[in-house]
């Protein structure tokens, strides 16, 4: 069975529905797009979003919004002359390569 798209038809499945008004000629990523910061403005948009049901709006329980801090502009990694200079390390003895097996080098 298809899930209902229209007001009605959630409302009779028993789904309760609120409008989101967008701007004449916007959806919702045309909007993203525009306005600044985006995630701030398109949460007072569903916050007054216009109920479709009968009677009073439920009450909606207030929701803390997250909003991302912008990237900082400090560098995260350290540049090579910050860091400490680090004692050399010691060159590890070469070990002797045995000789091939002789019938591999007989081939």
């Known amino acids: 069975m298809a899930p209902p798209r ?8 028993g789904i309760e529905c609120y409008r989101i008004e967008f701007p004449k000629g ?3 990523n045309a909007y ?3 306005v600044t ?5 398109l949460g007072v948009l569903i916050r ?4 479709l049901g009968e009677g009073k709006a439920p009450e909606r329980a207030p929701v ?3 909003v ?5 502009t400090e560098p995260a990694i350290i540049p090579l002359a910050a860091k400490e200079e ?6 590890l003895p070469a070990a002797r390569v045995p000789d091939a097996p002789r019938e591999i080098a007989a081939r």
Do not use: H, Q
């Open 32 to 34: 993203a797009l525009k």
């Open 37 to 41: 910061p985006a995630a701030k403005s």
């Open 6 to 13: 229209s007001p009605s038809g959630l409302k009779a499945a």
């Open 48 to 51: 007054t979003a216009v109920w």
């Open 26 to 28: 916007l959806d919702a």
């Open 68 to 72: 991302p801090e912008p990237a900082s």
């Open 64 to 66: 803390p919004v997250a």
């Open 86 to 91: 680090l004692p050399p390390t010691p060159a």
